[in-house]
């Protein structure tokens, strides 16, 4: 984990001059409070789906989204993302056949673009020979004039191509070298999920000038920061920490 300057709250880590262990979720809730006002928040998506506005507003031109910094506090400042007729979204934002109670897009079922101003509706699935979701072809209607949709989801739009370099757990169990809760030893207990790369999630361009340890909240995904393998080419970042705590570490 790549911690943040200012993070050193003694009392409340439970950092003492004793050797004492730390439980892991302490430790992360502080990293969030600490980058929750340090972090500028940017858009990107890991595993993107293509999305066509067939009716884009301004077919000929280009247009640009204010987006900003700190939402909260819209004084930090904003910063532009480009928004085209084409642009990406999670995989995961939409469901072909939702389940009870699914929110975001789905046939029938409109949602909101985080901060530019629009809804967007399914219009055509485009799949492959095998049937996979490949693009979505929807319409889109200005927020004011749709009715308000159950959920706003992020988005790219003529993105930057990165690395995401997300990190879990190192070990499987809360006392690896204990032998009564780990009899084969601590090297049994390593967590072969602890990384997972993705070598082509997409980030706004707004980043490109990024440095080496900058960081960035990734709107709905979590606190990430530039790694120094990082090319002029090709940014690379590393995940912090999720935005809220998985109570399956706890």
Same mark, same amino acid.
């Given at each position: 984990m790549a911690l943040p300057c200012g993070l050193a709250?003694?009392?409340?880590?439970?950092?003492?001059?004793?050797?004492?262990?730390?439980?892991?979720?302490?430790?992360?809730?502080?990293?969030?409070?600490?980058?929750?006002?340090?972090?500028?928040?940017?858009?990107?998506?890991?595993?993107?789906?293509?999305?066509? /506005?067939?009716?884009?507003?301004?077919?000929?031109?280009?247009?640009?989204v204010l987006v900003p910094n700190f939402p909260a506090d819209e004084t930090k400042g904003f910063h532009k993302v480009?928004?085209?007729?084409?642009?990406? /979204?999670?995989?995961?934002?939409?469901? *072909?056949?939702?389940?009870?109670?699914?929110?975001?897009?789905?046939?029938?079922?409109?949602?909101g673009l985080r901060h530019a101003g629009y809804v967007v509706a399914v219009q055509n699935i485009i799949k492959d020979t095998s049937g996979r979701v490949q693009e979505l072809e929807v319409i889109c209607t200005k927020s004011e004039a749709a009715e308000k949709p159950k959920a706003f989801i992020h988005w790219v739009s003529d993105p930057?191509?990165? *690395?995401?370099?997300?990190?879990?757990?190192l070990f499987l169990h809360k006392n690896p070298e204990d032998p009564t809760?780990?009899?084969?030893?601590?090297?049994s207990d390593?967590?072969?999920?602890?990384?997972?790369? /993705?070598?082509?999630?997409?980030?706004?361009r707004s980043v490109r000038e990024a440095k080496s340890f900058d960081k960035f909240q990734f709107e709905r995904l979590g606190?990430?920061?530039?790694?120094?393998?990082?090319?002029?080419?090709?940014?690379?970042?590393?995940?912090?920490?999720?935005?809220?705590?998985?109570p399956g570490k706890v």
């Open positions: 709250d003694s009392q409340q880590v439970g950092v003492t001059v004793a050797q004492c262990t730390m439980e892991p979720h302490m430790l992360e809730a502080c990293v969030r409070e600490v980058l929750n006002e340090q972090a500028p928040r940017v858009m990107a998506v890991l595993e993107p789906l293509r999305l066509t /506005i067939t009716n884009f507003p301004s077919p000929h031109q280009n247009l640009d480009p928004f085209q007729p084409t642009v990406y /979204i999670e995989q995961s934002d939409f469901r *072909e056949v939702p389940d009870k109670g699914y929110k975001r897009l789905a046939p029938g079922q409109p949602v930057l191509v990165c *690395e995401v370099r997300q990190y879990e757990q809760e780990v009899p084969g030893g601590f090297l390593v967590n072969p999920n602890s990384l997972c790369v /993705i070598e082509e999630a997409l980030v706004d606190y990430f920061s530039v790694d120094p393998d990082s090319t002029d080419t090709k940014l690379v970042f590393n995940r912090t920490v999720t935005l809220k705590e998985d």
